[in-house]
């Protein structure tokens, strides 16, 4: 069985060609396991059991339990017996993914954690012959879909834990956002060079969903299947969820609404070459300018605070993360 990874920025629509990719017949995709910057590096830590990590990579597939998870408040999940798990020279998450194929007679299957962009060395020891999708998208879009995140939970009215939502909300700091994007970037474009890696535009696959769905695909082995252009509007951090499926080019400018005009300025003198739709010619506001600084440290500071206990290491997070 084939797997793939779909990688890139936060933000930048990894979910929803995750989703895409889903809905064909012949390809299994999970839910955002966080395996190599959560799970794995808790269990190294905590001396925990394969069926400890086991036991949570199936909450979070199956129960939508990852934010228990994450605050470390997940206590009622019984550990499999050892002979349920992949024999001991089988990685776990390869052995995770196989049986979701087996189960569901996937030729391919597909994991969707964004921060996985940082662990692609330790996924090809894994998973050998292994394929990365990686997310390019707009970056004035990416810092308006941060700077609005928090209201995720509020437009799909899901529960989301307030720790998380506050955290999100002084993560996504325009400001904050645009500095750490430097990062990101770089480890983007080292990435795109690689011959594993299939860059996938967000743009492109709104504008023009069926030929690039086809392409990722072939690429994957398996044939088109109309069934990916019903995604739905799930997620968004701009609208509120209506129900509505397939893609919609209309929302591909929404971050105009969203950012101000010194925010977009920023965006656009700083990463002007990873832009994808044309530049606006913003100029900078004094006002909005002094708020962005003057908010900051604050933003920082909390953030912080909130993202406690949220990563296996932190130390490690933030080398590879942020350095």
Do not use: C
Request: zero cysteines; glycine letters at 8%.
């Amino acid at each position: 069985m084939r797997a793939a990874f779909v990688i890139g920025p936060s933000r930048s629509g990894t979910s929803v060609l995750a989703q895409a990719l889903g809905r064909h017949a012949q390809i299994v995709a999970t839910d955002e396991l966080h395996y190599y910057n959560l799970l794995k590096p808790l269990a190294e830590a905590g001396g925990h059991s394969r069926g400890w990590v086991w036991a949570r990579l199936d909450a979070i597939e199956h129960e939508g339990r990852f934010f228990e998870i994450k605050n470390g408040m997940l206590t009622d999940v019984p550990e499999p017996n050892e002979d349920a798990l992949p024999q001991p020279g089988v990685p776990l998450l390869r052995g995770f993914l196989e049986q979701l194929g087996q189960e569901s007679g996937a030729a391919a299957a597909i994991e969707q954690t964004p921060m996985n962009l940082y662990y692609r060395d330790e996924i090809r020891r894994d998973f050998p012959g292994a394929v990365f999708l990686l997310m390019q998208r707009d970056p004035r879009a990416i810092i308006a879909s941060q700077k609005m995140r928090w209201k995720v939970g509020e437009h799909g009215r899901r529960d989301i834990p307030a720790r998380d939502i506050a955290r999100v909300r002084h993560a996504g700091h325009p400001l904050l956002q645009v500095l750490l994007l430097r990062r990101t970037l770089r480890a983007m474009a080292a990435a795109m060079i690689e011959p594993d890696v299939v860059l996938v535009t967000y743009e492109d696959m709104v504008s023009q969903p069926k030929s690039v769905l086809a392409g990722v695909a072939a690429r994957l082995g398996v044939e088109d299947d109309p069934s990916m252009l019903g995604v739905s509007d799930a997620g968004s951090s701009h609208t509120v969820e209506s129900g509505r499926t397939g893609f919609d080019s209309s929302r591909l400018e929404g971050w105009r609404k969203s950012l101000t005009e010194t925010e977009t300025w920023l965006v656009e003198q700083l990463y002007g070459d990873a832009l994808v739709l044309p530049v606006t010619g913003a100029r900078p506001r004094l006002i909005e300018t002094m708020k962005l600084v003057l908010s900051l440290p604050l933003a920082v500071v909390m953030a912080l605070y909130h993202s406690a206990g949220g990563y296996g290491n932190l130390l490690d997070a933030v080398r590879r993360r942020f350095l």
